[in-house]
């Protein structure tokens, strides 16, 4: 199963970020902290935000 997350990193452009929720991952972290460790390794501390976009409320107009 993947997650995908809409991310707000200060700084920098709105990106969309797919973690695969793998159960063999070491250390066995979630996808939260899988994401969170990526932003760090690649955009430092920066302050950021992200949503899961299926728990989003979607719209069609």
């Known amino acids: ?3 995908n997350f809409f ?3 200060e700084g920098e452009d709105p990106i969309v970020v ?3 929720d793998e ?3 070491p250390n066995n972290g979630d996808c939260d902290s899988v994401l969170e460790e990526w932003k ?3 955009y430092g501390y920066r302050p950021y935000e992200y949503w899961e ?3 989003c409320e979607k719209h069609n107009i």
Request: aromatic share 0%.
């Open 1 to 3: 199963m993947e997650r």
């Open 23 to 25: 159960v063999n991952r």
């Open 7 to 9: 991310m707000l990193i």
């Open 18 to 20: 797919t973690v695969k």
């Open 53 to 55: 976009i299926d728990t």
């Open 40 to 42: 760090t390794d690649n």
